[in-house]
């Protein structure tokens, strides 16, 4: 909503046009008077004119009560739009987004329409307009709903002319406010019956009429389950009536395009309401229409892709096949009629009708799935309409086979589900014609000249087909596709491109294939390891890929792993090839961890030299954590020095770093180093029984120097800091207990920086050490106290205005902390001073529309809940019960109230399962009391709606307490 965004609705970009307007004062506006009040806080010093020093501010003219003349909110419009300098843009989006959420914006807004000056200040007001209703609807007095309502109505049948966007604003505007003004009773009805008779006026009632529906389910405006059930029904009363006037348009209209295309989407919007009557529909002539519009060639562009978005609503509106069979029938039958439609568009080369095209082909086939694999080739399962996708998946743009993806995936579920071997005899050839077709999409140009690019839009579609491939194979058969495949590559001599792709396809499903006795699996590794260099790079490239994707076959034949080994480290030497080969050496590493160990020696001379090879960054990392993964499996004696070799590199490399003076004014990025140990740390694992010491733990002790030292000099950067408690991490977590030595000095030097310089990283790593120690009684005080120093400056920045939603990370680290605190020393926490800001911290937190840092602080209070009611602690149940008792005695109301109070205005959906796990602990913690505290916070929710709609009755609270507490 704010007044500098300029793309709006249906993809428009605002343009400039003509000057023009009257102005007159409605009745609405003079009744804000009475209930005004400063736009901005009293404290609050703030001069509308700041921002524009060249207009002339007469307090008694411009400045009436505060209230911004026109004169300054006009030339605030023109500077937001035609100021060439960015910054007066900026001053002036701020200065009209503060105009925006006043009482004043009301009868500003009003009065800009009415001027009708030019379509810049048009297309504000009317945007502010929508928004205020949106989001202010409360802000107005009830006695000024209907004059509002008319001031629109008439703004927008005066303004009809001057630009769609204008239009679509205030359409969006009058049915905010329709849904939300209870006392507007059949406004549809009120709607057409004003309006439909005048051809000039169609224009904005189908617009109305269009985004109606498309609000009904709008978040923003929080109309509530009964309000919406309401519309819902009153708009499924009059829904016959829509239909009936969109049909009359089009006949009054002839065949006037723009009509046809407001016509189809406003019916599109109402099936996507679900509310349309399906026999009623199923006998209209407007369906007919639509199949003609579709079927004819010369049909344009903009008029084509809407009779197909209204297609394609009404099939997604009949999921439910069976209670809507006559709609379902003409429908079905419908669709089926455009196969010629579609070879018309692809011998015309009309690409964007074949994907529309594609597109209902697509929906037909999802709304008929469950009738296609139950009863394939009988009724409305004719798999007429599967050839319809596979022909499709025939076009030469891959863009168009990609849209059937999602149909082939529920297809694949579907039966795999169902497990019938007579259905998968069925669908198996149709299967196999799709996967011909992705291997032949999946080609690269035959004059394309380097590997195959990741990133670009054709490497992701690449990438989707091989999920898919991974998703559907069963229906074929791994091992007989894989044979396939390579059989195709023995047979004759296929063009470069043709076996690159081939070899793309046996990757995809190469793990699915059973290696136990697989002669076929190694006589491919054989020949893939002895392609010669002259074969095209792409080749080789994708053949490596293969190769890695083999890895479980060499672990079962360990007798290849030389010859694939050599193989990949020759191509590790070839920059193109470097990269891949790294990453297929991982793949060894990892599942050969025993066949590698004796390739040890080989891997830490890659190790040593990593920075002599071409590798990306990624790559790099991968190599080091499959040598770190074989390190493990070495003798504990020898992983010590392994170790420590392994890490000399970059410890080498570190240590020159914080030698070096800054030049410049900048420092030597670390990051790389710091990211390669974390990798060595995190993946050198091995098996310590009780009573050994751990061989790593010598190498930490003697790197933590250098990485103390790296954390002091760029105490500031919060991209090193990060890595290098990244790396702490891993490494307190490689040697667990071990690490005791590095403990004191490592939170001495947390708390340090953190005064100066608040990283949330620190707060993680805190989380790390309380969960390493958090149970060794010697280790707990020094715990708290960590804590405690953390909490000071953290709670410090969270204080600040806005500081819980500028700062989601740190309130995600902070309660991560607090969580590993009751979860390991639950006593020790809730008897300290600090929980008490904890909670009330969290308590607040809970309005985070953040997902991580949510789902901590919900954590983090069910956990302290849960303490007091589990026993499967160490510590006394009877302290932790009486500790958490007098938190939840002093908290527990405001906790309930704030959630349930976050979960019905503020909160998005996903967060509901984490709320209800902490009301669920507090209900079991106190029953009696938990039924108090939600009665109570269910009395004072609103009950009726600024609009006049009751909000919830009182037996639907009283059922709801019943519900829950049940």
Request: hydrophobic residues 40%; glycine residues 4%; contains cysteine.
């Amino acid at each position: 909503s704010a007044p500098h965004c300029t793309v709006v609705r249906y993809g428009l970009q605002f343009p400039c046009f003509p000057h023009g307007g009257a102005q007159r004062k409605h009745r609405w506006v003079s009744l804000l008077h009475k209930y005004h009040r400063p736009p901005f806080p009293d404290n609050k010093s703030y001069t509308f004119a700041a921002f524009f020093p060249s207009v002339t501010v007469n307090k008694s003219s411009d400045m009436d009560g505060g209230k911004p003349s026109l004169a300054l909110v006009y030339q605030a419009v023109q500077a937001l739009y035609h100021d060439p300098d960015p910054a007066g843009k900026e001053r002036a989006s701020l200065w009209l987004g503060e105009l925006q959420r006043s009482m004043y914006a009301w009868e500003i807004s009003d009065q800009l329409l009415q001027l009708k000056q030019d379509v810049e200040s048009c297309y504000f007001a009317a945007q502010t307009m929508k928004m205020k209703i949106q989001t202010s609807f409360y802000e107005l007095p009830a006695e000024t709903h209907i004059a509002l309502r008319d001031s629109l109505l008439s703004h927008i049948k005066n303004l009809k002319d001057l630009s769609p966007v204008i239009i679509t604003q205030l359409a969006l505007a009058i049915s905010d406010l329709a849904l939300q003004m209870a006392s507007w009773k059949g406004c549809v009805q009120t709607l057409i019956e004003k309006y439909s008779n005048d051809v000039s006026s169609l224009i904005f009632l189908v617009e109305i009429l269009t985004v109606l529906p498309e609000e009904v389910h709008s978040r923003s405006l929080r109309i509530g389950a009964n309000r919406r059930t309401e519309i819902i029904e009153d708009l499924a009363y009059y829904s016959n009536d829509v239909v009936t006037l969109l049909m009359s348009c089009v006949e009054k209209t002839g065949s006037d395009e723009k009509m046809l295309i407001k016509a189809f989407r406003c019916l599109g919007s109402w099936f996507n309401l679900g509310v349309l009557d399906s026999n009623f529909m199923a006998n209209n002539q407007l369906l007919v229409v639509l199949f003609q519009v579709l079927q004819q060639n010369d049909t344009s562009t903009n008029l084509h892709e809407a009779a197909s978005d209204s297609v394609c609503s009404a099939l997604c509106a009949i999921e439910n096949v069976n209670s809507n069979m006559p709609l379902a029938m003409q429908l079905f039958q419908g669709v089926l009629m455009l196969e010629t439609a579609y070879h018309m568009a692809v011998a015309r080369e009309d690409l964007d009708k074949v994907l529309n095209y594609c597109r209902i082909f697509t929906e037909l086939c999802e709304t008929f799935l469950e009738t296609i694999a139950r009863s394939p080739g009988r009724g409305m399962g004719d798999l007429r309409t599967v050839e319809l996708l596979l022909i499709c998946a025939g076009h030469p743009q891959y863009e168009v086979a990609e849209i059937t993806f999602n149909f082939w995936y529920r297809l694949g579920e579907h039966l795999y589900k169902a497990n019938d071997p007579v259905l998968h005899e069925i669908f198996r050839p149709y299967i196999q014609r799709l996967l011909h077709g992705l291997a032949r999409h999946c080609q690269l140009d035959p004059d394309h000249e380097s590997i195959p690019e990741d990133t670009s839009d054709f490497g992701e579609f690449r990438m989707r087909v091989s999920d898919l491939v991974k998703d559907i194979i069963f229906l074929v058969g791994s091992k007989e596709c894989f044979y396939q495949l390579y059989s195709t590559l023995k047979e004759g001599n296929p063009p470069w491109e043709v076996t690159e792709a081939v070899l793309f396809i046996m990757a995809s499903i190469a793990k699915n294939v059973d290696p136990e006795n697989n002669r076929t699996l190694t006589e491919v590794l054989e020949q893939l390891v002895q392609l010669p260099d002259t074969v095209h790079i792409a080749v080789r490239y994708t053949s490596i890929e293969l190769v890695g994707e083999m890895s479980e076959v060499v672990d079962r034949n360990p007798c290849v792993l030389d010859p694939v080994l050599n193989y990949l480290m020759k191509s590790l030497r070839e920059k193109p090839l470097a990269s891949v080969s790294a990453k297929a050496i991982h793949n060894m590493c990892s599942m050969c961890r025993d066949h590698m160990s004796q390739h040890f020696q080989v891997l830490l001379d890659i190790a040593r030299s990593l920075d002599y090879f071409s590798l990306s960054s990624d790559a790099a990392v991968e190599l080091l954590k499959g040598t770190a993964l074989v390190l493990a499996r070495l003798p504990l004696e020898k992983i010590g020095g392994s170790l420590s070799d392994l890490c000399a590199v970059q410890v080498i490399a570190l240590k020159k770093m914080i030698s070096l003076e800054p030049t410049n004014g900048k420092s030597v990025d670390p990051t790389i180093w710091l990211d390669r140990l974390a990798v060595i740390f995190r993946h050198t694992n091995p098996v310590v029984q009780n009573g050994q010491s751990h061989p790593c733990q010598k190498v930490i002790q003697e790197i933590w120097p250098v990485l103390s030292q790296t954390l002091n000099k760029h105490q500031a950067d919060n991209r090193v800091v990060e890595r290098c408690c990244r790396c702490l991490r891993f490494a307190v977590r490689c040697i667990g207990k071990g690490s005791a030595s590095l403990l004191q000095p490592l939170v001495t030097q947390m708390v340090n920086v953190y005064q100066l310089y608040p990283h949330s990283c620190f707060l993680y790593l805190g989380s790390i050490l309380v969960d390493e120690y958090g149970m060794e009684e010697g280790c707990r005080q020094g715990l708290l106290d960590m804590l405690q120093a953390l909490c000071m400056p953290t709670f410090q920045l969270l204080e600040q205005p806005n500081g819980l939603r500028n700062h989601p990370d740190t309130v995600d680290d902070l309660f991560r902390l607090a969580t590993r605190f009751i979860q390991r020393s639950p006593v020790i926490l809730l008897s300290s001073q600090v929980i008490i800001h904890l909670i009330q911290c969290a308590i607040a937190a809970t309005t985070l529309d953040h997902r991580d840092a949510n789902c901590s602080v919900m954590k983090f209070i069910r956990d302290l809940i849960h303490t007091g009611i589990t026993s499967d602690h160490e510590d006394s149940f009877e302290v932790r019960k009486r500790l958490v008792s007098q938190a939840m005695e002093q908290h527990g109301q405001q906790l309930v109230t704030q959630l349930i109070h976050m979960c019905c205005f503020c909160l998005p959906p996903y967060t509901l399962p984490d709320v209800a796990e902490v009301l669920w602990e507090a209900m079991h913690f106190d029953h009696p009391m938990f039924c108090s505290w939600l009665e109570n916070t269910l009395k004072g929710l609103p009950k009726e709606m600024s609009g006049g709609a009751v909000t919830v009755t009182h037996k639907q609270l009283t059922d709801f307490h019943k519900q829950v507490t049940r």
